[in-house]
C-alpha cells in the first residue's frame, strides 16, 4: 500500500482518513436509489476532493444468487451485482478512484476494512460518508469502533443518506450513544 508523507503543505497526511461508502450506482440512481441519496452526491465530491488524506471506498458486492441469500429474501431487490454497472461507483467519483483502496463486501460492514484500520495505527481519525446510514453507514463505524476503541471517527450526516429521513436521523443518534461524532 502506498504510504503519504504528512507535512503540513496541503499535501495528502496518512494520519486522515476519508471512507466512502457504497456511493454506487445502484444505491444512488438504481434499484434503490433515493431521493435523499442523490442530494448528497455534490456534497459528498466536494469532501472527497478537499480531503488531504487518504481516501478508502466500500462497494456493496453481491453475486447473481444475492435472492436466495438471507439478505436477499429480506431486501429481494437485487443490487450491486459484481459485474453490473449498478455494482460501479457512481461517476461523479469516479475521478478519485484511482487515489483510493476499495473494499468489496458482500455484506453490510466490510471487517476486511476494519481489520486494514487495525493494522494501521498512523490512523488517527476517519470520517465516514456515503449510503446508507441506518445500515452500512453504521455497521462500519461501529465495525471501525470495535476494531479500534480509541481511533477518532466521524460521520458527515450531510455526506450520508439513509434508506429513509427518521432511519437516517435514527442512526445518527444512535452512533453519537456509540462515541463516534456526527458533524
Given amino acids: ?30 434499484s434503490l436509489g433515493t431521493d435523499e441519496a442523490r442530494k448528497i452526491v455534490q456534497k459528498t465530491k466536494e ?22 441469500t438471507l439478505e436477499g429474501k429480506s431486501l429481494p431487490v437485487e443490487h450491486c451485482i459484481k459485474g453490473t454497472e449498478g455494482h460501479d461507483l457512481i461517476d461523479e467519483l469516479q475521478q478519485f478512484a484511482e487515489k483510493g483502496r476499495f473494499f468489496e463486501k458482500p455484506t453490510f460492514g466490510s471487517v476486511e476494512m476494519a481489520e486494514a484500520i487495525r493494522q494501521r495505527p498512523d490512523i488517527k481519525d476517519v470520517e465516514l460518508v456515503g449510503v446508507c446510514t441506518d445500515i452500512c453507514v453504521i455497521s462500519n463505524a461501529l465495525l471501525l469502533k470495535a ?10 450526516s450531510a455526506c450520508c443518506a439513509g434508506t429513509t429521513p427518521n432511519n437516517h436521523s435514527s ?9 463516534i461524532a456526527v458533524i
Fill in 47 to 68: 469532501k472527497v476532493a478537499s480531503h488531504k488524506g487518504e481516501l478508502w471506498f466500500t462497494l456493496d458486492t453481491h453475486q447473481e444468487d444475492y435472492l436466495e
Fill in 171 to 179: 442512526s445518527l443518534i444512535a452512533m453519537k450513544s456509540c462515541q
Fill in 147 to 156: 476494531f479500534r476503541p480509541e481511533l477518532s471517527i466521524s460521520v458527515d
Fill in 1 to 30: 500500500m502506498h504510504t503519504v508523507q504528512h507535512t503540513d503543505c496541503g499535501k495528502p497526511r496518512s494520519d486522515s482518513l476519508l471512507i466512502v461508502v457504497d456511493m454506487q450506482k445502484d444505491f444512488v440512481y438504481g
